[in-house]
């Protein structure tokens, strides 16, 4: 189905390695986001980009890094500084909406687990 | 700051009773509202926000103020409604969302 494309869906990695989590979208959107889910913490934003080349840190972006070089790439890596990178990612996109609030669209997510 | 406060992690109500989760913010300026809905081994999904002011599977949310609430309602709920929910506020450029804790509801048959 069209829309945002998170892969992989489960990952496992070691202490001390970093991981590059993958999302791609077809929708034309401008923005991209990352969120991170975790039990009895909702989302939390990572990193979000406007427009490609250009990324934002969210409240909780240490410990991870991103890129845009495409519009419809948005990779997330997780890297060996993330204190405690087991969690559940989401991808996002958004579009302006007649009423100029943007409407978010998530990707299915990304389980990682250290181990 | 800007806040998302969903104070009822977990809520259950029989089915046709009627249903309220509570959401309030904090934000200094002119947020937009929205509630987002995640249903079982779905994706988190919009289920509406305050500035359509329309009704989606039944369920309103009006925009108050004054209380800095957006409470999500229902009169009748059913099994489907089953999900966890999330408040989310969209700040004054439109690109920054925060999301509240969520709130997972049950609806017993």
């Known amino acids: 189905d069209g829309g945002i494309t998170q892969s992989p869906k489960y990952l496992f990695r070691k202490e001390g390695q970093n991981v590059t989590l993958s999302c791609e979208q077809n929708l034309n959107h401008d923005a991209m986001y990352w969120y991170r889910q975790d039990p009895g913490q909702g989302l939390r934003l990572i990193y979000y980009?406007?427009?490609?080349?250009?990324?934002q840190k969210g409240d909780i972006a240490e410990g991870y890094s991103v890129s845009r070089e495409k519009k419809e790439s948005f990779p997330l890596t997780v890297t060996s500084a993330q204190k405690n990178p087991t969690a559940f990612y989401l991808c996002?996109?958004?579009?302006?909406?007649?009423?100029?609030?943007?409407?978010?669209?998530f990707g299915a997510g990304s389980r990682l687990t250290v181990l | 700051a800007q806040r998302v406060t969903q104070p009822e992690k977990l809520l259950s109500v029989f089915k046709g009773a009627p249903v309220e989760l509570k959401c309030n913010y904090s934000?200094?300026?002119?947020?937009?509202l929205f509630w987002y809905v995640q249903y079982s081994r779905q994706r988190l999904q919009l289920l509406l926000r305050h500035i359509s002011r329309e009704s989606i599977k039944g369920f309103t949310a009006d925009l108050n103020k004054g209380e800095t609430s957006f409470h999500l309602k229902k009169p009748f709920a059913q099994e489907e409604d089953s999900a966890m929910y999330y408040c989310a506020l969209s700040g004054w450029t439109g690109n920054q969302f925060y999301f509240g804790t969520g709130t997972s509801l049950t609806v017993i048959p």
């Open positions: 934000y200094s300026g002119s947020p937009e």
């Open positions: 980009s406007q427009i490609v080349n250009d990324f």
């Open positions: 996002a996109s958004s579009v302006p909406g007649a009423s100029g609030a943007n409407v978010l669209t």
